[in-house]
């Protein structure tokens, strides 16, 4: 079974950084892209970083040059440094994996980001 266990959010002020690790199990790590979403409250959970098997990365536009996504091979773990964070960043951040073309249905707790003065 495919489980995602992330963790490293928490309250930050204006302009400041984290960063998010995402610890995977049941999968074939190294074999898969993988992607870090978030979900405000209210809103639906968008896509705001993607790295794939060969370590090729993708951003969301809201967030580019702003946060980076890497991956270790060797710890199954994927991460999402955040900087220059803004308020609208405030969200639950979600690691998943796409298998073929299709990101799974499978969720972890996610970690919360808040920021905020």
């Known amino acids: 079974q495919v489980q995602f266990v992330e963790s490293g959010g928490g309250l930050v002020q204006p302009g400041g950084s984290l960063r998010l690790s995402c610890a995977a199990s049941g999968i074939s790590f190294r074999l898969y892209a993988m992607g870090w979403y978030r979900q405000a409250p209210g809103k639906q959970r968008e896509l705001v970083a993607t790295?794939?098997?060969?370590?090729?990365?993708n951003y969301a536009d809201s967030v580019k040059g702003r946060f980076t996504i890497s991956r270790d091979n060797a710890k199954n773990t994927v991460y999402l440094q955040m900087n220059s964070l803004k308020p609208e960043d405030t969200a639950a951040y979600y690691c998943n994996t796409k298998i073929g073309s299709t990101w799974l249905d499978n969720w972890g707790q996610g970690a919360q980001v808040t920021v905020s003065s």
């Open positions: 790295i794939s098997s060969g370590g090729r990365t």
